[in-house]
């Protein structure tokens, strides 16, 4: 059974940076595709970066130069490093993994099988 665990969320001020983690325990597949999601109140839940089993990374053009995603394969982790953050609401960020190859693209929260409970981001002045 494949299990995420998110952490690291926080409150930090505007411009700031937060690590987030995930970590998998159970196997997705020897393939497969990790992807970060962030959810506001009231929201659908949108896409921020993916890492795909061979350190290939995708990021959405709204984060990209400021959010890197990585893994330590070892400790079966992701990471989501966030720097200049912006004032906004405060939202939840979710881990999500899928097997690959998978047709569905990869920023699809319909096209992840396995999701973590969520780390709360704030973000203030």
């Known amino acids: 059974q494949v299990q995420l665990v998110e952490s690291g969320g926080g409150s930090v001020q505007s411009g700031g940076s937060l690590k987030l983690s995930c970590a998998a325990s159970?196997?997705?597949?020897?393939?497969?595709?990790i992807a970060w999601f962030r959810q506001a109140p009231g929201k659908e839940r949108e896409a921020g970066a993916s890492?795909?089993?061979?350190?290939?990374?995708y990021y959405v053009d709204s984060v990209k130069g400021r959010f890197t995603i990585s893994r330590d394969s070892a400790k079966n982790t992701v990471y989501l490093q966030m720097n200049s953050l912006s004032l906004e609401a405060p939202a939840m960020y979710y881990c999500?993994?899928?097997?690959?190859?998978?047709?569905?693209?990869?920023?699809?929260?319909?096209?992840?099988?396995?999701w973590g409970q969520g780390t709360q981001v704030t973000v203030s002045s």
């Open positions: 999500a993994g899928r097997r690959e190859p998978h047709l569905g693209s990869w920023y699809g929260p319909s096209k992840y099988d396995f």
């Open positions: 159970g196997v997705i597949s020897t393939s497969h595709r």
């Open positions: 890492i795909y089993t061979d350190g290939s990374t």
